[in-house]
């Protein structure tokens, strides 16, 4: 173990997979965050996700598709949410609780009813996205492995990340998102109507948490399994909270978990119950809400 | 531009909130609209703005009909309204609050920031005033926040400005710069529609005065052919309650006792403040709201830690002692937020009522609650406040606002303690109502007890206080005994002789 | 009277229908005969030979009833406590260790067995209390987080130290025989639903006629007020979250030596107990007697939906989805309740 672990190519290459869908759904969350939609439904729209994404890719026969049935199912999710929450007045929470347990019902009816199976459904003819290859990065020490030979998404996700700061600072939706977020009294008073940026919010975000679901099941794998999520949507709802939405912190924190992740997969390789590595991103996302939690609440008590 | 509101009426379920007004607003004219909290006022600027869409009636700007869909269309024809609770965002900058829904975009919908500061200059040159376009809302004082509204409606090229009383948040001096602001623009041909239950302020500035009660215009007249005791008059549909009578009385011993206290405020410590409230008299505080009143409140109620210094109640010390423990020992508070920290509003009015007294003998049978103790205690309190409501089962949030500040003060008065604490007892409700809860105040005075007034009205503070403290930046600028408290001078301590704001 | 048509029925009308109107198209993708299905379905959810599948719907009722009773405690108190699910497992894990391991006479073992369940789901429960008033972790989310390492912990101690290798399982042992709930007579409903009824009369009388469940209730529905009128706060969250979790701690228990009589991986898990004992307290909006009725509703959804998978071969997760799907359409109308701790501005001024 120690530091040879940590820089042996095999791991290196895993952390970008495991921090990818955290990343994207954590970039869709704060977008809602922002806008002061408490959207903690993120588990859900990332299962939709993954499973539309492979619906594309089977049934169109390209990755890409996946990935565009892939958001579009996120975006669905968001416009649901938008429909019983901004529009029927729904309580934000009930309404996430609800679509978390309408996604996890409605992507096994589906995959039992189009596929026919239960549990997974795996696929030769479900393309997935592989790594691409870019030479000048390919030959840097540690960096290379990291980052070299990754699935697309992964490049988009940090892409996204670094355009959503410009995005909040200096773009007209991203000004009036932070602004639904603060006073949205300031935007109805100025002829713009609040509900209707958050709408906005929520099908970015459904887009975004779409391409993490599509990264579990069509970049990282090439299948789906019921309640593929198993969880991640909850850590990037921490990520959100702890970041209060701010991307660039929410690409370190997605990065941080993301090693965590990879760490615990790796060690299952030591002879530890499987039990013991499943729970360390938890307890690694529990910790660090406790630890900064605790340093915020001694700043401002 | 002229601009007609004609026979505008506006409904709210079945309550009519506007009944058939008409108003007009002329060029180079300044045409006040005064009444009461809740005569209607507000919703009909709202209705002039397209917040709000009437039942019935029209708007014409110079004689064509107009049709608002929302706000956005009536900015474009030439409004602009400053609201009475400012609508900025306070973490954004001066700049991005000023184009924040009128930004000047490029193709990818980037906002083009150099273009709106270039903008924002030529006009802070037009009218000689001007605030830092980088610096953010959350560091501005309460009279830049304000500046920074109108230049919101200026950048947007408005002919007609329409003002929910501007001057709530203002000392005397800083409403006074604002009117100098005002006559500017009225000299240059713009229309202004001030909204304002001031009547000092309606003589002294406007050119016309439109008076509404109970949602009707009842008289609209030029300023030269009406007086102050006629629109006060027509105001209240009646004589003004008959001002307040305080006896000189000597005080007692002390009761609370503030020796160097501080507390964390927003970005800095509020204090030391060091001062004692005795038996007997109603020790006011004054000073614009954001200067601290609210930390040391909550820290002498218990509700936020003290970082320094001591208070004692009756000779105990509060240091320790949560709110519960220190009410117990002689306090009772009266809160400015009635809707979130006064009551529940969800709750029925007997629940509210009984609230703190649930474990004493009265209201608890071992573990069980008697709630016929807690209905007729409620009804008692409905009883000897005068509040009006269904009934002690009926939902708090039924009432007006008066009612529920009714209910708030007879709980806390009844009490009876030693101490009383009341922080913006009268905020946004009715001239009867507002007359009761000071009658009831200067009797709990009368009867002995010690009264901790704050509030950001200097008029409130001046007619009830025996001693009034002016805090300003969470420090204690001054202290006035009543008989040679003046209110300029006070209004002097309370002003925030700010750099940023310059005012030609 | 127009008014109220307009303004009442007609939108429930609308509800029904798209909700009607999803089912169908649910059935429509799964190819099922409709006159099937909800023969299926209600045969799954109330019928049966001896009414058996009556008696399975009251089973899962006793579970999720309990769930919801437990949830309710702390959303009355305006505490997001989402963590049912760990509370569930841990208490069913105390539950099935004494059960396996205790000696002693088996009303003795069941007993204790309860009572460690009760306990240890309390405290799980009071940790996510304490995580929120000592560190400022919101409970909604320290709730939730606490989850998955009671998931991993009960997986490990079944899978490793306390399996039964023979079963080839990742469970535990059998409680002995004498330990178990007795059926009532003639039928395979054990007596846990007791227990259940007794909490049901229990939490409503707490919640109207206590001192503790008023102030509860006012923390509730003001947080602000509650702390500004003196009301002991952290008292009331931390005693709400005791309960909360003893109740579904006590669920565990009864799963453990009525339902199962042993602690296998996943059995409290899978099923949802601890979700759909939330949406039952949502459905209903808190009110404390409607709590069992809204829990029995849910409870036949289930069994009526595995009914209508093995007739119609409609897969039983249409269940779930229609679960899902009616809280949805009653979010914006559950009312009485400062959820998030929103409270309403409507201050008419005058």
């Not at chain 1, 090693?259 to 938890?282: A, E, H, K, N, W």
């Not at chain 3, 406590?81 to 497992?89: C, D, K, R, S, T």
Request: charged share 15%; hydrophobic share 50%.
């Amino acid at each position: 173990m120690g530091i040879d672990l940590v820089l042996d190519p095999a791991f290196l290459q895993s952390v970008p997979r495991f921090l990818t869908p955290i990343l994207l759904a954590a970039l869709g969350g704060a977008i809602c965050e922002r806008a002061g939609v408490f959207n903690i439904a993120l588990e859900g729209f990332i299962l939709v996700g993954a499973f539309c994404a492979v619906l594309g890719s089977y049934f169109m026969g390209s990755e890409w598709w996946g990935a565009v049935a892939a958001m579009a199912g996120g975006v669905g999710m968001g416009l649901l949410f938008a429909e019983f929450s901004l529009r029927r007045k729904g309580d934000a929470i009930v309404v996430s609780i609800a679509l978390n347990l309408f996604a996890a019902g409605l992507t096994v009816y589906l995959l039992r009813t189009i596929f026919g199976v239960s549990g997974a459904f795996r696929d030769s003819g479900i393309k997935g996205f592989s790594g691409i290859d870019i030479p000048l990065l390919r030959d840097i020490p540690v960096l290379g492995p990291l980052l070299n030979g990754q699935s697309i998404l992964f490049y988009f996700a940090v892409f996204a990340a670094l355009a959503l700061q410009l995005f909040f600072a200096r773009h007209r939706l991203g000004l009036r998102l932070r602004a639904a977020g603060e006073n949205p009294a300031g935007l109805s008073a100025g002829g713009v109507d609040p509900q209707r940026v958050q709408l906005w919010a929520l099908v970015l975000c459904g887009a975004l948490c779409g391409l993490a679901g599509a990264q579990l099941s069509i970049a990282n794998v090439n299948l789906f399994v019921e309640n593929m999520s198993a969880g991640r949507g909850w850590i990037a709802v921490v990520a959100v909270l702890l970041t209060r939405g701010r991307p660039l912190y929410v690409l370190f924190i997605a990065v941080l978990f993301g090693f965590v992740d990879s760490l615990s997969f790796r060690i299952q390789g030591f002879g530890l119950p499987q039990q013991f590595t499943d729970v360390m991103p938890y307890l690694a996302t529990l910790i660090a809400l406790i630890v900064l939690s605790a340093w915020h609440k001694s700043k401002t008590a | 531009m002229q601009v007609d509101l004609s026979g505008v009426t506006v409904r709210f379920g079945t309550l009519t909130a506007v009944d058939n007004v008409s108003l007009h607003f002329s060029p180079g004219e300044i045409h006040a609209v005064v009444g009461e909290n809740g005569a209607g006022k507000s919703t009909v600027m709202n209705v002039l703005f397209g917040l709000i869409k009437p039942a019935v009636g029209t708007i014409a700007i110079d004689g064509a009909e107009m049709q608002w869909r929302n706000p956005q269309d009536a900015i474009a024809r030439g409004l602009g309204m400053v609201h009475q609770h400012f609508m900025l965002q306070d973490s954004m900058s001066v700049l991005e609050n000023i184009v924040l829904c009128s930004e000047p975009v490029s193709n990818l919908g980037f906002v083009k920031f150099n273009t709106a500061r270039a903008r924002l200059r030529e006009i802070a040159e037009t009218y000689g005033i001007g605030v830092n376009p980088e610096k953010r809302i959350a560091d501005l004082s309460v009279t830049e926040r304000q500046i920074v509204e109108i230049l919101k409606v200026l950048y947007r090229d408005a002919a007609l400005l329409i003002l929910d009383e501007p001057t709530a948040v203002l000392t005397p001096q800083e409403a006074a710069s604002l009117f100098q602001i005002l006559r500017n623009f009225r000299a240059s041909g713009k229309s202004i529609a001030l909204i304002t239950h001031k009547l000092d302020e309606v003589m002294e500035i406007a050119d016309r005065v439109s008076v509404m009660r109970a949602g009707k215009l009842i008289s609209t007249k030029p300023i030269g052919e009406t007086s102050k005791a006629e629109i006060a008059r027509g105001i209240i549909g009646g004589e003004l309650p008959a001002s307040l009578t305080r006896a000189t009385q000597a005080v007692g011993e002390v009761v609370l006792a503030v020796d160097g206290l501080q507390a964390r405020g927003v970005g800095k410590t509020v204090g030391p403040v060091s001062f004692d409230v005795r038996r007997g008299e109603i020790v006011g505080i004054a000073g614009i709201s954001g200067n601290g009143q609210t930390q040391i409140i909550e820290a002498l109620v218990g509700l936020r830690a003290t970082t320094g210094g001591q208070a004692s109640l009756l000779g105990h010390t509060l240091r320790g002692l949560d709110v519960g423990a220190r009410r117990a020992l002689g306090m009772s508070y009266i809160p400015a937020d009635r809707q979130r920290v006064g009551l529940a509003l969800e709750a029925k009015v007997s629940e509210n009522a009984a609230i703190g007294r649930e474990g004493t003998k009265a209201f608890r049978n071992w573990l069980f609650i008697k709630r016929a103790a807690m209905t007729s205690f409620a009804r008692e309190l409905i009883e000897s406040y005068h509040i009006k409501v269904a009934g002690p089962n009926a939902r708090t949030s039924s009432m007006s606002g008066g009612n529920k500040q009714k209910l708030i003060v007879g709980r806390e008065l009844s009490r009876g303690t030693p101490l009383i604490i009341a922080e913006n007892p009268t905020w946004g409700v009715d001239i009867g109502a507002i007359d009761f809860i000071h009658r009831e105040l200067i009797r709990m005075r009368d009867a002995g007890h010690a009264i901790l007034l704050v509030s950001t009205e200097l008029d409130e503070v001046l007619a009830l206080s025996d001693r009034i403290l002016v805090l300003y930046e969470n420090q204690i600028a001054g202290e006035f005994a009543a008989a040679d408290a003046d209110r300029l001078a006070i209004g002097e301590l309370m002003t925030s002789r700010s750099k940023v704001v310059q005012v030609a | 009277m127009d008014i109220d048509f307009r303004n009442q029925l007609l939108p429930c009308v609308s509800v029904f229908a798209w909700i009607f109107g999803i089912l169908l198209v649910l059935m429509f993708v799964a190819n099922a005969h409709f006159g099937e299905a909800i023969s299926g379905f209600l045969n799954g959810a109330f019928g049966g030979r001896n009414l058996a599948y009556l008696l399975t719907t009251l089973s899962r009722a006793t579970l999720i009833v309990g769930m919801a009773l437990a949830v309710m405690i702390s959303f009355r108190a305006g505490l997001f406590n989402i963590g049912g699910e760990g509370q569930l497992v841990i208490g069913g894990l105390a539950a099935a260790l004494v059960g396996v391991y205790m000696p002693g006479p088996g009303w003795l073992v069941m007993a204790t067995g309860i009572v460690a369940a009760m306990a240890a789901g309390g405290l799980w429960a009071v940790l996510a209390g304490v995580m929120q008033l000592y560190v400022g972790v919101p409970l909604l989310i320290g709730s939730l987080l606490l989850n998955y390492p009671a998931r991993y912990l009960g997986s490990y101690l079944v899978g490793h130290p306390f399996r039964d290798v023979a079963s080839g399982l990742p469970q535990t042992h059998l409680v002995p025989n004498e330990a178990w709930l007795p059926l009532f007579s003639g039928t395979r409903l054990d007596m846990g639903i007791l227990f259940i009824a007794l909490m049901s009369v229990l939490a409503v009388i707490y919640c109207n006629s206590t001192v503790p469940g008023y102030r509860a209730r006012m923390n509730g529905l003001a947080p602000e007020f509650a702390r500004a009128s003196g009301l002991p706060v952290k008292r009331i969250v931390l005693q709400s979250l005791l309960m909360s979790g003893a109740i579904a701690g006590l669920v565990g228990a009864l799963a453990v030596f009525g339902l199962h009589h042993r602690f296998t991986d996943g059995m409290l898990v899978q099923p949802l107990y601890a979700w759909t004992g939330i949406i039952a307290v949502l459905l209903v909006g808190m009110v404390p007697w409607a709590v069992p009725i809204s829990g029995f509703f849910f409870a036949a959804i289930q069994t009526g939906a595995a009914g209508m998978e093995r007739t119609a071969d409609v897969p039983k997760e249409i269940g779930l989805i229609m679960q899902a799907v009616i809280i949805l359409f009653v979010a914006g109308r559950i009312s009485g309740v400062s959820l998030a701790g929103k409270s309403g501005e409507n201050d008419n001024g005058h």
